[in-house]
């Protein structure tokens, strides 16, 4: 069945890195764009990006363009999402999910992973 | 960028009545708005997209109707499993936002 496996949970230092993982299986790796959406405490959804899996091509959201960057391995049939000089406001859940169609984009996502939390605190 | 705005912020019903969750954007996005269902501590699920289309597997009673800034999600007959919480989302501009949702409880 399609499935998306993301990394563990992290707890980062405020102005470190992190770099989440979602390995992507059951489905055709590179027919479908990969988004990043996070999700803070008791709040809403927040969407980051996405990645065209099978050019590496990426779109950010302005808020985090010069914070994030998405890339892919396409042997491992993975994506990566780092980001870079973490806040404390960057506590959130990261989600990796795959866009709803394969002949084309429609950017809504119909297949999540489970999350990955990250708690960023000194 | 676009701002969605669902209402009510919390809507109380009981079991076997309609529920209707609202969306207003703050600029037209035609057709392009999807309905997700997440219910705490699970992944979002894609309800509908597309203003009314039905994703796969989702049950008849979930519908949308809408258009321009104006979008309803309508649940005919809750079920127990409905009461959690529903978010909005639009793909007409970047970047791709989300409503702040609507709680839908007992």
């Known amino acids: 069945q399609v499935q998306l496996v993301q990394s563990g949970a992290e707890v980062k230092k405020p102005g470190a890195s992190m770099k989440v993982s979602c390995k992507a299986s059951?489905?055709?790796?590179?027919?479908?764009?990969m988004h990043w959406v996070r999700q803070a405490p008791g709040q809403g959804l927040e969407w980051m990006g996405w990645?065209?899996?099978?050019?590496?091509?990426?779109n950010y959201a302005q808020k985090f363009q010069d914070r994030v960057t998405m890339t892919r391995d396409t042997s491992i049939s993975t994506t990566y999402m780092e980001l870079s000089r973490l806040r404390s406001d960057d506590t959130a859940v990261y989600y990796c999910?795959?866009?709803?169609?394969?002949?084309?984009?429609?950017?809504?996502?119909?297949?999540w992973g489970k999350g990955t939390s990250v708690t960023v605190s000194s | 960028e676009i701002v969605l705005t669902q209402s009510p912020a919390t809507l109380s019903l009981s079991p076997g009545e309609r529920a209707t969750l609202s969306c207003r954007a703050s600029?037209?996005?035609?057709?392009?708005l999807a309905w997700y269902q997440q219910k705490p501590g699970q992944t979002p699920r894609l309800l509908i997209y597309?203003?009314?289309n039905r994703a796969t597997g989702i049950p008849a009673r979930f519908s949308g109707s809408g258009s321009g800034t104006d979008f309803t999600l309508t649940i005919s007959g809750l079920e127990p499993e409905d009461f959690t919480f529903y978010y909005c989302?639009?793909?007409?501009?970047?970047?791709?936002?989300f409503g702040g949702g609507t709680k839908v409880e007992i």
């Open positions: 999910a795959r866009d709803l169609y394969d002949s084309g984009p429609r950017f809504y996502m119909d297949v």
């Open positions: 059951g489905y055709t790796f590179t027919a479908y764009y």
């Open positions: 990645i065209n899996p099978n050019t590496g091509g990426t």
């Open positions: 600029q037209s996005v035609s057709s392009y």
């Open positions: 597309d203003a009314s």
């Open positions: 989302q639009q793909r007409s501009n970047w970047p791709l936002t």
